[in-house]
T-cell receptor, first 113, second 117 residues
Framework: GENVEQHPSTLSVQEGDSAVIKCTYS??????FPWYKQELGKRPQLIID?????GEKKDQRIAVTLNKTAKHFSLHITETQPEDSAVYFC????????????FGTGTQLKVEL | GAVVSQHPSRVICKSGTSVKIECRSL??????MFWYRQFPKQSLMLMAT?????????EQGVEKDKFLINHASLTLSTLTVTSAHPEDSSFYIC?????????????FGPGTRLTVL
């Protein structure tokens, strides 16, 4: 089955700096890669996703890049703010495979003032 | 946007009792819902895929007789933890696919914190 690895497990940045979280996946058939933000005790919230037919997607301060050949994808957050502090999860799924999401292990992002 | 609710948000029960958790899609129909379990400071682990009108598909290592799933309508799936034990204490989260948009997109419920004494 699919295996998703995520790094780093914790990330601390100064407010205004950029943060990058990286994930790799094992199944080359995966073609959908969402990123979720989860605050303590809350539900995961979809912040951005990318499909395998594009290499990059951007939404304001958030961007995701995908390298299908290397089987890795990254989340980029620019101009970080304290409210960006949360746990971020990447995931991968295969269309037609029941759309089951396989999650990475999560990254605790802390944005310091 | 797609809204998924869960009830209850928090439950405390005695060991040996059964607990039912409901997952509802409020503004869309969901033929497929997913149930996850999340232990503290860990990732979400898929337990089973709930399909409307048919049997759920369980992930390897998840006991189907212990975690009963029923998806009787297009907006409701239930997870029943039978004969709960302290090791079942966890955060249970459901998600649903919103077919109005890209079919891959899943939206999560707010989760249910289960504590078994």
């Amino acid at each position: 089955g699919e295996n998703v690895e995520q790094h780093p497990s914790t990330l601390s940045v100064q407010e205004g700096d950029s943060a990058v979280i990286k994930c790799t996946y094992s199944d080359s058939a995966s073609n959908y890669f969402p990123w979720y933000k989860q605050e303590l005790g809350k539900r995961p919230q979809l912040i951005i996703d990318i499909r395998s037919n594009v290499g990059e997607k951007k939404d304001q301060r958030i961007a995701v890049t995908l390298n299908k050949t290397a089987k890795h994808f990254s989340l980029h957050i620019t101009e970080t703010q304290p409210e960006d502090s949360a746990v971020y999860f990447c995931a991968a799924s295969i269309a037609g495979g029941g759309n089951k999401l396989t999650f990475g292990t999560g990254t605790q992002l802390k944005v310091e003032l | 946007g797609a809204v998924v609710s869960q009830h209850p948000s928090r439950v405390i029960c005695k060991s040996g009792t059964s607990v039912k958790i409901e997952c509802r899609s409020l503004d869309f129909q969901a033929t497929t819902m997913f149930w996850y379990r999340q232990f503290p400071k860990q990732s979400l682990m898929l337990m089973a895929t709930s399909n409307e009108g048919s049997k759920a598909t369980y992930e390897q290592g998840v006991e189907k007789d212990k975690f009963l799933i029923n998806h009787a309508s297009l907006t409701l799936s239930t997870l029943t933890v039978t004969s709960a034990h302290p090791e079942d204490s966890s955060f249970y989260i459901c998600s649903a696919r919103d077919y109005r948009g890209p079919t891959d997109t899943q939206y999560f419920g707010p989760g249910t914190r289960l504590t078994v004494l």
